[in-house]
């Protein structure tokens, strides 16, 4: 069985293969060490959100603690992002992002103009 170092070794030699590598993170790791820019995304007690376990189970959460730094929920920096690519992603709350990921619509996250 491999060592915890050995294990993020493995972790971080394809990710320095890459020329640009942008992540969103909440916690340090060998991902975020690796990327060119990460995005401060809040832990699951600091934004309301459906999270999967590792058991393949649903579990919705709500807020319970106060963001700290400039960390957002990911869902914000995700839109965020995708505007500023040019991706009509006009998203100001979460239900909207649900709503947004029904399969019937999926054609509004096409590219504006495409």
Do not use: F
Not at 31 to 49: N, Q, Y
Not at 50 to 75: F, L
Not at 102 to 110: T, V
Request: aromatic share 4%; glycine share 6%.
């Amino acid at each position: 069985m491999p060592s915890a170092a050995e294990d993020v070794a493995m972790l971080e030699a394809p990710l320095a293969k890459h020329a640009c590598l942008v992540t969103l993170a909440s916690h340090e790791g060998p991902l975020a060490r690796r990327a060119h820019v990460v995005l401060p995304a809040c832990t699951w007690a600091e934004a309301e959100g459906t999270y999967v376990n590792s058991r393949r189970m649903e579990q919705k959460s709500e807020k319970a603690i106060e963001a700290k730094g400039d960390s957002r929920p990911a869902w914000q920096l995700v839109a965020r992002l995708g505007e500023t690519l040019g991706y009509a992603t006009r998203w100001k709350k979460l239900k909207e992002v649900r709503k947004a990921m029904d399969p019937s619509a999926a054609a509004s996250a096409l590219p504006a103009g495409a």
